[in-house]
């Protein structure tokens, strides 16, 4: 059965690196990995989408190993308003499936 | 360019009744894609549509249909409403390229109560 799985959340201070690492077994060979924010009642948010090795924008980096059985989110020098929750999306048993999401909080 | 827009933003239902929810894709997009998600919980995907058809389905019962039009907007029907229906219902759009999704965008959603 394809699964995704997450820490359920994440503690950190303003200024610090934060990695959020998602486990995903039987995902696609062909489709993407993707990363998103979601805050209180809106819509997830688009953060960053790779589908191997390393990809950097201007707000995140993701890694991804060879086998695609994990991935790592990065947020460099995370603020208080980084605080949300984070979930990665993958195409795991021909479902678009989320992790169950992890609920960063960031202390001043 | 408008985002996602869903419709309405909130809906009050009894147990046993049909529910309508719509969405407009992002200008562009081709594929739509619904999520619930109760409170607390991440996204569940529902289905997802492209080119009218139903390309994937998600672990829902029957009573959850949708449909998509030729304009590329989408619809979410749920029959006979039980309590644990309520939740919020997100549409997502996006492109297809090469049988891949690319990234999701997402509406603000529809909050459905079931009494």
Redesign the interface.
């Known amino acids: 059965l394809a699964k995704t799985t997450q820490p359920i959340s994440m503690d950190s201070y303003e200024g610090q690196e934060v990695n959020i690492t998602c486990s995903h077994n039987n995902i696609a060979t062909n489709d993407y990995i993707t990363w998103y924010q979601q805050f209180p009642s809106q819509g997830p948010r688009f953060i960053i989408q790779g589908y191997k090795t390393k990809v950097t924008n201007e707000v995140a980096s993701l890694f991804i190993p060879a086998d695609r059985k994990s991935s790592t989110l990065s947020l460099p020098r995370v603020s208080l308003s980084d605080t949300a929750v984070y979930y990665c999306l993958a195409n795991a048993g021909n479902m678009l499936t989320f992790g169950g999401g992890t609920r960063l909080m960031v202390k001043p | 360019d408008a985002g ?1 827009t869903q419709s309405p933003t909130h809906l009050i239902k009894t147990r046993g009744q049909q529910v309508t929810l719509r969405c407009s894709p992002k200008s562009g997009h081709d594929t739509v ?1 619904w ?1 619930q998600q109760a409170l607390g ?5 529902i289905f ?1 549509y492209y080119e009218e058809e139903e390309r ?3 672990n829902f019962p029957d009573r959850f249909s949708g449909h998509q039009f030729p304009n590329y907007s989408s619809e979410l029907n749920v029959n006979a409403l039980l309590l644990g229906d309520s939740a919020l219902y ?1 549409c ?1 759009s996006s492109l297809t390229d090469r ?11 529809t909050q459905l109560s079931v009494l």
């Open positions: 996602v894609s999520y919980q991440g996204p569940q995907f997802q994937q389905r998600g997100l997502a049988g891949r999704t690319e990234k999701l965008f997402f509406g603000s959603g």
